[in-house]
């Protein structure tokens, strides 16, 4: 069965055989949430198929938490979404992410008419990188992933200075959050097992910090010490007070740590 080409049919165009879920256009509103493809075959790509019924979940629950959720196919879909809602002139702050690098996000927001704090441009120093951390408290937009969702719309991270899920909690007026499927788990116990054993080993040797878990590939919390230690704060986030002022942008890719 064929799922038609958001960019051929418009809304409610699409040919919608029994058990298929509905395919909405590109153009669907981005704060309504999505699920935005282009052609594809349901059922030709299991994982596909996976990421897509895992998006629809989540992004019923992260309504049902004041927050929105967009699923889409790819990265250059993803990053076509995510530039067209920041306006001209926004200040925009960046979260340390290999996702929004690997994607060509940051790449993207570097062409766009926006006051970008690009703590990954060539040359920036550490003390430029703190102010702009600083900075992206009260920025307009602040852009990042997560370690980790659960299905049920829970978004779970791991600081080691914690500018970035200060970000996400208060400060910036609005976050927009891409995330890979890879990321997605079933539990919060889960979404700390991801963190423990996959996203901090890597984020360590990514940013060249030594810790246990970069060495041996899993945690050893009561040997991890600061200042090398990358995870510092927990933190949870069930729901937005604001409505809608966090959006995730789930890519049917994997993507980052
Ligand atoms: S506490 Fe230390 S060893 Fe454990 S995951 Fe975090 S950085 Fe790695």
New binding site residues.
């Given amino acids: 069965m064929k799922i038609n080409c958001c960019h051929t049919k418009g809304v409610g165009e699409q040919d919608q055989p029994h058990g298929v879920s509905k395919i909405i256009d590109h153009k669907t509103s981005f704060s309504k949430g999505a699920v935005i493809m282009e052609t594809k075959d349901a059922f030709s790509n299991p994982k596909e198929t996976i990421y897509k019924n895992q998006a629809e979940q989540i992004i019923k629950n992260l309504k049902r938490r004041n927050m929105t959720g967009i699923y889409c196919e790819n990265s250059e879909i993803a990053v076509r979404e995510i530039c067209a809602k920041i306006p001209d002139g926004a200040l925009v702050g960046l979260g340390g992410s290999e996702t929004i690098i690997e994607s060509g996000l940051v790449d993207a927001l570097r062409k766009m008419n926006i006051r970008l704090l690009d703590r990954y441009k060539d040359g920036v120093t550490r003390d430029e990188v703190n102010e702009m951390r600083r900075t992206g408290l009260l920025s307009d937009v602040f852009i990042a992933s997560s370690n980790a969702i659960t299905a049920d719309g829970q978004l779970v991270n791991q600081d080691g200075i914690g500018n970035r899920v200060a970000c996400m909690i208060f400060g910036p007026k609005r976050v927009i959050l891409m995330v890979g499927m890879n990321k997605v788990v079933s539990t919060v116990e889960d979404a700390v097992a991801r ?2 054993t996959t996203a ?2 890597l984020d ?1 040797i990514r940013v060249n910090v030594e ?4 060495r041996f590939g899993f ?3 009561p040997h ?1 010490t600061p200042p090398n ?3 510092s704060q927990l933190v949870v986030i069930e729901s937005s007070m604001s409505p809608d002022r966090i959006t995730v942008v789930l890519v049917g890719e994997e993507l980052g740590y």
């Fill in positions: 963190i423990k901090a080993p360590s810790t246990p878990c970069s945690c050893k919390d991890c230690r990358i995870c």
